[in-house]
């Protein structure tokens, strides 16, 4: 259930236990011989596991400790009206992690539930009914605006992300664009020159030989000008601007992509070399991984950074090329290294340093 704008029941799911200690209230209004009162004390310390249990499970899952809860209040009510705390903590859970539909026949089933024990068990309303009532439904409707609001910020971080990489998308094509009218046009004329070059020198014509050759030297350094001019006017993306490409990359191949962790601020030659690794495992992820999910992830101790790769593909074996060993060279240039491990798919480890951080970091 956690995640952005985590709703703050979540966030600091102790604080809210302080309601559940109306739970005991009634004990002082009723008498419990010792076996009973040692069973209230242990579905109390049950409750507060499942709930606890509950703020840590998705919502396909929470279910699971919900059921439980009400199987405790079932078990507890026919002893002290204080069950009736449960509720309220099972309401907040309905009203966030279901449907509207759902959630209103879940709402509605407890309170047929709650209002059916008051009258067999005939408790004061103001101990049982009430509060019970009062409680679900006011944690429920809470529970649900929770969830509008955390679905919200769902999208919201969605639709950040899809400008992102169409911000990409489009400084690609720009690159491309400024490429091509730059070179286009000049590598044209060097094939040309360099065609007409070989049938020259054929015919033994040295002297135009040499004049053509001369053509396609200045033609070479004035494109290479050019070209320098162009990359010094582009702003680097750095390491963050360059995972997110290769992560659009990867997503326009068919794969989902997740990112975990914090991606840290490097030295210039750390991130370079960071650089080219991902490259080169995104382009390895492309060719030979048959599966549709890759995870990256970033974690930062005080020793060292590890950024891990993970897909769900089909690998038997990995063997180590050219690209691999270029990745190592790299890495243990800096000190670092990089692992490979076959586990529900391929799993690459890079590790760095933690002197590669740059101060700002």
């Known amino acids: 259930m956690k995640g952005c704008g985590t709703p703050l029941f979540l966030e600091t799911p102790w604080i809210w236990l302080i309601f559940s200690l109306y739970y005991f209230v009634p004990f002082n209004n009723i008498e419990l011989n010792t076996l009973t009162y040692i069973f209230l004390i242990g579905a109390y310390i049950s409750f507060v596991i499942l709930y606890l249990w509950a703020t840590h499970l998705k ?31 099972v309401g907040f859970f309905i009203g966030f992690s279901y449907t509207p539909r759902v959630y209103l026949m879940l709402l509605g089933s407890m309170l047929v539930g709650i209002i059916s024990l008051q009258l067999y068990y005939q408790y004061p309303i103001s101990v049982f009914a009430l509060p019970a009532i009062s409680g679900v439904i006011a944690t429920s409707l809470w529970g649900y605006i929770e969830r509008i609001r955390f679905s919200a910020r769902q999208h919201w971080h969605q639709s950040r992300q899809e ?22 046009h000049t590598l044209s004329s060097i094939a040309l020159k360099a065609e007409l070059a070989e049938k020259l020198l054929k015919q033994e014509k040295m002297q135009d030989v040499q004049q053509h050759l001369s053509d396609l030297h200045h033609i070479a350094r004035e494109s290479l000008s050019l070209v320098r001019q162009t ?15 290769l992560c659009d990359k990867l997503r326009q191949n068919g794969f989902s992509v997740d990112i975990n962790g914090e991606i840290p601020t490097l030295t210039a030659r750390a991130e370079t070399a960071l650089i080219l690794a991902l490259t080169e495992l995104t382009t390895n992820v492309l060719r030979h991984s048959k599966g549709n999910h890759c995870q990256l992830s970033f974690n930062v101790s005080d020793d060292n950074i590890i950024i891990s790769l993970q897909d769900n593909g089909c690998i038997k074996s990995i063997t180590p090329g050219n690209g691999l060993n270029g990745i190592q060279e790299r890495l243990h240039a800096l000190a670092g290294d990089i692992s490979a491990q076959i586990s529900n798919g391929c799993r690459f480890d890079i590790t760095l340093p933690a002197h590669e951080l740059t101060q700002a970091n």
Not at 70 to 88: A, M, N, R
Not at 169 to 175: K, P, Q, S, T, Y
């Open 59 to 89: 919502n396909s899952e929470v279910w699971k400790p919900l059921s439980a809860i009400i199987i405790l209040f079932l078990l507890v009510t026919p002893f002290s009206p204080g069950s009736s705390s449960f509720f309220t903590y």
């Open 231 to 245: 990359v010094s006017g582009y702003k680097h993306r750095g390491l963050s601007g360059e995972v997110i490409q």
């Open 163 to 184: 400008i992102q990489q169409l911000a990409v998308i489009a400084e690609r094509e720009r690159i491309a664009r400024d490429l091509h009218d730059i070179l286009g």
